[in-house]
């Protein structure tokens, strides 16, 4: 069966931008979960879905934000990007609570 | 914030040596979770030992877990090269509705043909 996939996979932005990430899970899956993992602060969650509405949220400011579908399909935004939102963002997909996750390969952010 | 510390940072082994690493994390958990990541790319799941189990073994893999002391070792049997990646630990946290894992600082380990 496929991944989870997560498009684009490299992204490059200019500082006040915003950018829209996607993430499509694993058919069947309907909880989603997105991280930012940098190299300072290590892999840090930002927010989990399940079926289109939000369950649990990161300390991590408005300007990121997120969605999901009806077919599960998520989609996260950051608004007025900062240098310091250059990070590999991951989407991770999940059959039931407590269970382990299958992640997809990342999205690699760079603000300029 | 990271609820994990892994110990050690960094590890280098020959292939054939197994390699031992270890996370500590503090609060109440419902299951600790065990990824590997390649050169920055996605993260495999590797091992999932629930809160009311103490040891548990996937193929080359064998995962501790002591939540007394708060604490779960991984160890990579007779490693090869393909092993050399990140290695990280992730605790999904009792009070935490839904899915939320807290990672670790994560272990890189060199495997030396």
């Known amino acids: 069966k496929a991944g989870v996939t997560q498009t684009p996979r490299y992204l490059i932005k200019t500082r006040g931008q915003q950018v829209t990430l996607s993430c499509s899970p694993i058919?069947?899956?309907?909880?989603v979960s997105w991280y930012q993992q940098t190299p300072g602060q290590g892999l840090q969650f930002l927010f989990e879905?399940?079926?289109?509405?939000?369950?649990n949220k990161g300390n991590f400011p408005g300007r990121f934000s997120g969605r999901q579908f009806s077919n599960s399909r998520s989609e996260m935004n950051v608004s007025t990007l900062e240098l310091g939102d250059s990070a590999l963002y991951l989407c991770a997909s999940s059959l039931w609570d407590s269970y382990g996750y299958t992640f997809g390969s990342g999205t690699r952010l760079t603000v300029v | 914030s990271q609820q994990g510390e892994e110990d050690p940072q960094a590890l280098s082994i020959q292939e054939g040596e197994n390699a031992t690493m270890n996370c500590s994390y503090k609060?109440?958990?419902?299951?600790l979770q065990w990824y590997r990541q390649n050169s920055g790319r996605g993260l495999v799941h590797l091992i999932l030992?629930?809160?009311?189990?103490r040891e548990k073994h996937s193929g080359r893999l064998r995962v501790t877990l002591d939540t007394s002391k708060k604490s779960s070792s991984l160890l990579i049997t007779a490693s090869r090269a393909a092993d050399t990646a990140s290695y990280f630990c992730?605790?999904?946290?009792?009070?935490?509705?839904?899915?939320?894992?807290?990672f670790g600082g994560g272990t890189r380990v060199l495997v030396k043909p």
């Open positions: 879905y399940f079926s289109e509405t939000q369950r």
């Open positions: 030992i629930r809160s009311n189990e």
């Open positions: 609060t109440s958990i419902n299951n």
């Open positions: 058919s069947g899956h309907r909880s």
């Open positions: 992730a605790t999904d946290e009792k009070k935490a509705a839904g899915n939320k894992l807290t």
